[in-house]
């Protein structure tokens, strides 16, 4: 399928041509699509989208988006392929169709499940941290063999143990947040 402007281009060297050749050599393409694309032109038919055909696979989806579900989008193409003729219900399909499927589900479910990052803010921490019943202790990590110096524990326990105090505060606090005093 061609793009829109690529259409345009054919159909505008057909009306300035009148010719499905002259047009094609203008344009790069074969007369033949010349032809087609006036044809449809002529009958009111012109798409420039492409049609969905319906596939091999269409009815098997739930099946396959099931078991990518239920394997947390780990299960391979040659097992769903499997299961699917076990399933005897006829599949006729090509393990080509197969992997594409599963590769398409395999997608799906990623865009469902990413995982979420929180952004550490340093000032409200630092309040929390500053303010808190636990505090803000830092303590040194045993030396690794081979290591010049210790390491310290910086930021990431800061954020951890903050995380973990507003988690504590507010199941302490839900009634107040949830309204009932």
């Not at 829109?4 to 010719?19: F, G, K």
């Not at 995982?115 to 303590?139: C, H, K, V, Y």
């Not at 951890?160 to 606090?173: G, L, M, P, V």
Request: aromatic share 8%; proline share 4%; with cysteine.
């Amino acid at each position: 399928m061609k793009k829109t402007e690529a259409i345009m281009e054919i159909l505008a060297a057909y009306d300035l041509t009148h010719s499905f050749r002259d047009a094609a050599e203008l344009t790069g393409c074969s007369h033949h699509t010349v032809a087609r694309y006036v044809r449809a032109r002529d009958a009111g038919q012109l798409q420039t989208t492409p049609v969905q055909r319906s596939q091999v696979i269409d009815p098997f989806r739930k099946y396959v988006e099931g078991w990518v579900d239920d394997s947390h989008g780990r299960v391979r193409s040659d097992v769903v392929q499997d299961k699917l003729e076990a399933l005897g219900l006829g599949y006729a399909g090509s393990e080509r169709t197969i992997r594409r499927a599963v590769a398409e589900a395999k997608a799906a479910y990623r865009v469902g499940h990413r995982r979420r990052f929180r952004p550490w803010l340093p000032a409200a921490r630092a309040e929390l941290l500053g303010s808190g019943d636990m505090g803000l202790r830092l303590t040194r990590v045993p030396e690794m063999p081979g290591s010049p110096e210790p390491v310290h524990v910086n930021r990431w326990l800061a954020h951890a143990i903050s995380r973990r105090t507003e988690r504590h505060y507010f199941e302490e606090n839900r009634a107040a947040y949830a309204g009932g005093g």
